[in-house]
């Protein structure tokens, strides 16, 4: 009888072209659903509002004419300029604290909404958007037809602290004189450890290999011994040490 070794869970991890490790989460069916209702409302309210305007405005077909190709506009291309903002997402993904990025954790691109957007009619297949949910609810990263053609997800926009607890190691003084923003420099990839992959994390080290000590017995990689230099700069010294 096999036993379960890992929690089951939607966490994605990804490496940006940095090296710097994300953990996203993908946003389900339940709340992708209620923020697409909270845009339908906000887009209908809003062509309304235009609608009534424009019949003021023009008390003619041309008024209509123009209210349909804000109804075209506001369908097709309101979820696209509100993607490629700074917060990457609708009002209703901001209310339900969601954002779209694309499949490495970057911001979505202009051509990557476009896609995912325009392929809203084939999610919509055959009615009700059958096709989309059906497709979301077989995989694990909730995605529809949209977003695997755009390599975009739908994910949690959760705030992550960049800086952290410092790993273990123990403390070693510089090897040189470190001016203040060099020792502010070497706390915070310090701290970082767990936002930054190994590879990532030891190729920044070795950048400020001079900066450390190699100690006795040698051995000990740049990371290792860049980090004793972030725990002494940060006021810990090892046993026997001047205070």
Known sequence: MSSVTAPLDTLRAVETPEGIALTLRPAGLAARALAFMIDMCLRGVIFWLLFIVLMLIFRSGLGVALALIALFLLEWFYPVAFELTKRGAT?????????????????????????????????FLPGTYA????????????????????????????????????????????????????????????????????????ELAQLAASASEAPPGAGATATTRLLGLAHWLSGRRGEGAAP
């Open 131 to 202: 096709f989309g949910l059906v497709t979301m609810l077989l995989r694990p990263d909730f995605k529809r037809l949209g977003d695997m053609a755009a390599g975009t997800l739908v994910v949690y926009a959760e705030t992550a602290a960049l800086d952290g607890a410092l790993p273990e190691a123990e403390p070693a003084p510089p090897a040189r004189l470190l001016t203040a923003r060099q020792q502010l420099a070497v706390i915070t990839w310090a701290g970082r450890a767990r936002r930054l992959t190994p590879e990532r994390f030891e």
């Open 91 to 123: 009002p209703g993904k901001r209310a339900l604290g969601l954002t779209v990025v694309m499949d490495n954790g970057l911001p979505v691109t202009p051509a990557a909404s476009l896609l995912r957007n325009l392929l809203r009619v084939v999610d």
